[in-house]
């Protein structure tokens, strides 16, 4: 434990940084940038062919389920991780050989990993024990901190005396006050309740803004990721699927498992029956739909069109494309309503509609609506065509 928590700000006295990272560091240069690196745990590999750049005072989320390498990541720039190719870049210079101890980074986990035995005061001013920082400073700067974080004047106060939230907030506290070059969040909010987690979402963003610190958000919430982030790495075994900003990964998903994991999407398989103007998809549940292509498709080609549960109309459906169905279950969300619907052929589709007029009920049949231009086409091997 003492072992790890030593690492959590990583002090790093101003000499040997200046040395170790350089002075003269590009103000060009990305704030972080991954070329291609590869990490093994034995012989298990737990990341493959990573690249990412990562601008100065971005906010970048890595998103992705359980065990898809996001910690993993993360620790290889805290330089808790070997890696086994590549290069990884800290305002333009290399890393990989720089020990722990000289990057300049903070760190906030899921677990709030503070000394449970010390006050808030020395929790948060671990990180400047280690830099020469004379001790009014180390108050000012303690004060400054507790003050973004908004838990001023509770530096006597023990962890056991706060809150979850309130504990995680000294810990996001500790890890700005020593002002890091990045800032790396693995799951912080996981542990949070519902409401606090939310609080907290809005307060991090906020506190990240106002001082232009570079964050990498590590996350398996789609929801933390599409609102927080300036741009999102959605990661699946190790390897990216996609990166782009939330409205782009959200819309216009690169693969199958994009359009799954961010929000659920309907994917209907089928066939293109009508190629050119007009191009048709009949589905596997055997309605015809129209889309709208971004390049010309071969008649008969196997496609899977995907469309956002947010995308579909019920009930006096709109749009160019109708389904008929039969409602399967429907969850009434106060302005909203999701609906389960079957269109045929054991085909499930999943609606997400403001409320106008009545919700629909369990076996009622329904209309269903979308525009060809609400939905996305991949091809047969779960890639978008673009
Ligand atoms: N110390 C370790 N030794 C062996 N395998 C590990 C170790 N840490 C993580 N892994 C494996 O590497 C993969 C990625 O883990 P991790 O980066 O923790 O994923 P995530 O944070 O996305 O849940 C997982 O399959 C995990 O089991
Ligand atoms: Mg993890």
């Given at each position: 434990?003492?072992?790890?928590?030593?690492?959590?700000?990583?002090?790093?006295?101003?000499?040997?940084?200046?040395?170790?990272?350089?002075?003269?560091?590009?103000?060009?240069?990305?704030?972080?940038?991954?070329?291609?690196?590869?990490?093994?745990?034995?012989?298990?590999?737990?990341?493959?062919?990573?690249?990412?750049?990562?601008?100065?005072?971005?906010?970048?989320?890595?998103?992705?389920?359980?065990?898809?390498?996001?910690?993993?990541?993360?620790?290889?720039?805290?330089?808790?991780?070997?890696?086994?190719?590549?290069?990884?870049?800290?305002?333009?210079?290399?890393?990989?050989?720089?020990?722990?101890?000289?990057?300049?980074?903070?760190?906030?986990?899921?677990?709030?990993?503070?000394?449970?035995?010390?006050?808030?005061?020395?929790?948060?001013?671990?990180?400047?024990?280690?830099?020469?920082?004379?001790?009014?400073?180390?108050?000012?700067?303690?004060?400054?901190?507790?003050?973004?974080?908004?838990?001023?004047?509770?530096?006597?106060?023990?962890?056991?005396?706060?809150?979850?939230?309130?504990?995680?907030?000294?810990?996001?506290?500790?890890?700005?006050?020593?002002?890091?070059?990045?800032?790396?969040?693995?799951?912080?909010?996981?542990?949070?309740?519902?409401?606090?987690?939310?609080?907290?979402?809005?307060?991090?963003?906020?506190?990240?803004?106002?001082?232009?610190?570079?964050?990498?958000?590590?996350?398996?919430?789609?929801?933390?990721?599409?609102?927080?982030?300036?741009?999102?790495v959605v990661m699946n075994a190790g390897a990216v699927e996609q990166i782009g900003t939330p409205q782009e990964v959200y819309e216009?998903?690169?693969?199958?498992?994009?359009?799954?994991?961010?929000?659920?999407?309907?994917?209907?398989?089928?066939?293109?029956?009508?190629?050119?103007?007009?191009?048709?998809?009949?589905?596997?549940?055997?309605?015809?739909?129209?889309?709208?292509?971004?390049?010309?498709?071969?008649?008969?080609?196997?496609?899977?069109?995907?469309?956002?549960?947010?995308?579909?109309?019920?009930?006096?459906?709109?749009?160019?494309?109708?389904?008929?169905?039969?409602?399967?279950?429907?969850?009434?969300?106060?302005?909203?309503?999701?609906?389960?619907?079957?269109?045929?052929?054991?085909?499930?589709?999943?609606?997400?509609?403001?409320?106008?007029?009545?919700?629909?009920?369990?076996?009622?049949?329904?209309?269903?609506?979308?525009?060809?231009?609400?939905?996305?086409?991949?091809?047969?091997?779960?890639?978008?065509?673009?």
């Open positions: 434990m003492p072992d790890s928590q030593d690492t959590l700000s990583s002090p790093r006295p101003a000499s040997a940084g200046a040395s170790a990272l350089g002075t003269a560091a590009a103000a060009n240069s990305p704030a972080v940038e991954f070329r291609d690196i590869d990490i093994a745990y034995g012989k298990f590999v737990a990341v493959r062919d990573f690249s990412l750049s990562i601008a100065k005072g971005s906010f970048v989320t890595l998103l992705g389920p359980s065990g898809c390498g996001k910690t993993t990541i993360l620790r290889s720039i805290a330089g808790l991780v070997d890696i086994s190719g590549g290069q990884i870049m800290i305002d333009g210079r290399r890393v990989d050989d720089v020990p722990i101890y000289k990057r300049n980074i903070g760190l906030v986990f899921q677990s709030y990993a503070l000394f449970p035995h010390k006050n808030v005061f020395d929790n948060v001013a671990f990180g400047l024990k280690y830099r020469d920082v004379p001790k009014p400073e180390i108050v000012r700067r303690v004060g400054k901190a507790l003050d973004m974080v908004r838990l001023p004047g509770t530096e006597k106060k023990l962890p056991s005396q706060l809150s979850g939230g309130q504990q995680q907030r000294i810990a996001l506290a500790r890890a700005i006050v020593f002002e890091p070059q990045v800032l790396l969040l693995d799951e912080p909010l996981s542990a949070l309740d519902a409401n606090m987690r939310e609080e907290m979402r809005v307060e991090i963003k906020k506190i990240q803004k106002e001082t232009g610190i570079t964050a990498i958000f590590v996350t398996h919430d789609q929801e933390e990721a599409l609102s927080m982030s300036d741009r999102i216009t998903p690169a693969t199958a498992f994009v359009a799954d994991f961010l929000g659920k999407a309907n994917m209907l398989p089928g066939t293109v029956t009508r190629s050119g103007q007009g191009t048709a998809v009949t589905l596997a549940a055997g309605q015809t739909v129209n889309v709208v292509p971004p390049k010309p498709l071969a008649q008969g080609g196997k496609v899977t069109v995907v469309v956002r549960p947010q995308k579909l109309s019920v009930g006096t459906a709109a749009g160019a494309n109708r389904l008929s169905g039969r409602v399967v279950s429907a969850s009434y969300l106060g302005g909203s309503a999701i609906y389960e619907i079957d269109i045929g052929g054991g085909t499930l589709i999943r609606a997400n509609t403001p409320i106008s007029g009545r919700v629909f009920g369990e076996g009622e049949a329904i209309e269903v609506g979308f525009d060809p231009d609400g939905c996305v086409l991949l091809d047969e091997g779960g890639q978008r065509i673009s």
